[in-house]
């Protein structure tokens, strides 16, 4: 209410105050899916929202991190360092990683590489094993692997229940455990986003491109599926 009439008044004041302010929220939440979850009151964030900024996260712009890179190195010869020089292979890693942070993250690691390589040169392998501290698989052959392996699996037996599925049912969760038995490790976030993006594609594609057809393939709230789009810079078709 203070918001919207710009005045409040003190506890045990008799008059009204008048206010001069600008309010500015930030959040990394998804403010519209908590409305229609009930979380947060739809009048407060329209009286906050006047003037929404969007700020993407490091995941969702990828092709600035070059960018970036040139300019946190520069910071870092402008303060009397001598960096070291980022390969193209450096870069492809840089960019392949799922960041879950934000350029903060990005900025630690370079900095980070200026104290480990001083002026040396800095290629994809040094990212992946010295710095990331992941080894980042051949995502295409890693997914086809275990897609295969899973196709395999006719049936899994769980707590002496045995499950049965048709040859149109999607992998049976229980599946997942199996791969272990072939492999010894796995990016779980790389593959969780590599199919999130396959069924949003899959899902885009079954409806024409239409938004709310799709969230409803899903399962989900239209305005998640558009944050889903966005991060993965799947591009919208049409008016809906």
């Not at 209410?1 to 959040?27: F, H, N, P, S, Y």
């Not at 906050?48 to 092709?63: C, Q, Y």
């Amino acid at each position: 209410r203070a918001i919207e009439t710009r005045r409040i008044q003190r506890v045990g004041g008799k008059g009204e105050i008048e206010l001069d302010l600008r309010l500015v929220c930030a959040t990394h939440q998804n403010i519209e899916k908590k409305i229609d979850e009930g979380l947060f009151r739809a009048d407060l964030f329209y009286r906050i929202n006047v003037f929404p900024i969007e700020i993407p996260t490091l995941a969702e712009r990828k092709d600035d991190i070059p960018i970036l890179v040139s300019h946190i190195l520069n910071e870092i010869k402008t303060n009397g360092s001598k960096p070291p020089t980022f390969e193209e292979s450096a870069i492809a890693a840089l960019k392949e990683y799922v960041w879950p942070g934000n350029i903060r993250e990005l900025k630690n690691l370079i900095e980070r590489a200026a104290i480990i390589f001083g002026e040396k040169k800095v290629n994809g392998k040094n990212i992946r094993e010295n710095l990331l501290k992941i080894n980042l698989p051949n995502f295409k052959e890693e997914k086809d692997t275990l897609w295969n392996m899973t196709s395999d699996l006719a049936e899994v037996e769980e707590n002496g229940d045995l499950i049965q599925e048709d040859k149109n049912s999607m992998p049976h969760p229980n599946h997942y455990k199996k791969w272990f038995e072939y492999i010894d490790k796995i990016d779980l976030r790389r593959h969780l986003s590599d199919v999130e993006y396959i069924l949003i594609e899959g899902a885009l594609k079954k409806n024409s491109g239409s938004v709310t057809a799709s969230s409803k393939s899903l399962k989900i709230n239209r305005t998640t599926l558009i944050e889903k789009m966005k991060k993965y810079s799947i591009p919208k078709v049409g008016n809906d």
